[in-house]
Nanobody, 122 residues
């Protein structure tokens, strides 16, 4: 099993930036993929981005492409999500998750963090 701990959320004005961190540990780490999902109030949990831990290949949802950048630091067992040009519609709880499968589907992710809140004011 993999333990994941997110940090870095907060309140930011529209157009601003935040960097989220996801620290991974546990006997099941590294998994093939670490992803970021988000859930806005009253909505489903949506895929944001994922990264292949070995190759560094990245994937993004269309809604964040060009604004968000996912990266990893192998030495620190940490994945980052740099969010630029933030919009009020980016407001959500952001979760990192791990899986062995190359997928956008939340149901395929076995390990989840507790989430970190991002609020973007207009």
């Amino acid at each position: 099993q993999v333990q994941l701990v997110e940090s870095g959320g907060g309140l930011v004005q529209a157009g601003g930036s935040l960097r989220l961190s996801c620290a991974a540990s546990g006997r099941g780490f590294p998994t093939n993929y670490i992803a970021w999902f988000r859930r806005a109030p009253g909505k489903e949990r949506d895929f944001v981005s994922r990264i292949n831990w070995s190759t560094g290949r990245t994937y993004y949802a269309d809604s964040v492409k060009g604004r968000f950048t996912i990266s990893r630091d192998n030495a620190k067992n940490t994945v980052y999500l740099l969010m630029n040009s933030l919009k009020p519609e980016d407001t959500a709880t952001y979760y990192c998750a791990g899986t062995w499968v190359n997928t956008n589907w939340a149901s395929d992710y076995n390990d989840w963090g507790q989430g970190t809140q991002v609020t973007v004011s207009s």
